[in-house]
Nanobody, 129 residues
Framework: QVQLVESGGGLVQAGGSLRLSCAASGRSINTYAMGWFRRAPGKEREFVASISWSGSTTYYVDSVKGRFTISRDNTKNTMYLQTNSLKPEDTAVYYC??????????????????????WGQGIQVTVSS
C-alpha cells in the first residue's frame, strides 16, 4: 500500500511559477513510475507528465512542454512538478499518481490513467489573468 500527498499548490498570477510536491509513504516508490494528472472544471482528468522509476526518462503533454519539469528524489521518496510560465488554462486540480508496474523498465513513462494504481487526493492550482 502506498499513500500519496500533494503540496505546493495555490493561487498565482499568469506568468508565475509553482513547485508541486508529492510525498509517498507506506512503501518505497523506488521501483514505481510516477506521474502528474490534472482535472479542470467541466473536463476529464488528463495526463500532464510522467517519470520512470530510475528518473532517466520523462514525458510531457504538448501543452506543457518547455514550461513544466518533472523530477524525483528517491532518497526522499518524493516527486516534484516545477511549473513555470503558468497560464490561466493551467488552472486545475493536480493529482500525483504511482504505477506499481513501473519496475518492468527503467525508462517506462506511463501516460494513461489506467496504468496508475495509486493516487493522491489532488491539490488546487489557480492561475489568474
Amino acid at each position: 500500500q502506498v499513500q500519496l500527498v500533494e503540496s505546493g499548490g495555490g493561487l498565482v498570477q499568469a506568468g508565475g511559477s509553482l513547485r508541486l510536491s508529492c510525498a509517498a509513504s507506506g512503501r518505497s516508490i523506488n521501483t514505481y513510475a510516477m506521474g502528474w494528472f490534472r482535472r479542470a472544471p467541466g473536463k476529464e482528468r488528463e495526463f500532464v507528465a510522467s517519470i520512470s522509476w530510475s528518473g532517466s526518462t520523462t514525458y510531457y503533454v504538448d501543452s506543457v512542454k518547455g514550461r513544466f519539469t518533472i523530477s524525483r528524489d528517491n532518497t526522499k521518496n518524493t516527486m516534484y512538478l516545477q511549473t513555470n510560465s503558468l497560464k490561466p488554462e493551467d488552472t486545475a486540480v493536480y493529482y500525483c499518481a504511482a504505477a506499481s508496474t513501473g519496475y518492468t523498465s527503467s525508462t517506462l513513462t506511463p501516460r494513461s490513467k489506467n496504468e496508475y494504481d495509486y493516487w493522491g487526493q489532488g491539490i488546487q492550482v489557480t492561475v489568474s489573468s
